[in-house]
């Protein structure tokens, strides 16, 4: 029986911290989840990419089929 607690103890190593509540600091109140998102603003830099993707895309889409067989390349 023994050997079977260290088995168990071995497959879930965390089990006595795993009912823990969540800690909230009782000084920093929580932040806002607009806040939050603020704090990823700097990916922001990237709108309208995906639509120049897009533009992209539909301009080689075009010329492909304006032009059958031919490499395309557009810079």
């Known amino acids: 029986m023994k050997e079977e607690r260290k088995d168990d103890k071995k497959d879930f190593p965390y089990e006595d911290i795993l009912f823990h509540p969540h800690h909230q600091s009782p000084r920093h109140p929580r ?5 939050r998102a ?38």
Do not use: K, W
Request: charged letters at 30%; aromatic letters at 10%.
């Open 31 to 35: 932040m806002s989840l607009r806040d």
């Open 38 to 75: 603020a704090q990823f603003a700097p990916f922001a830099a990237l709108n309208g990419y995906d639509e120049t993707l897009q533009e992209t895309a539909a301009r080689r889409e075009a010329l492909e089929d304006a032009f059958p067989g031919m490499e395309i390349e557009i810079c």
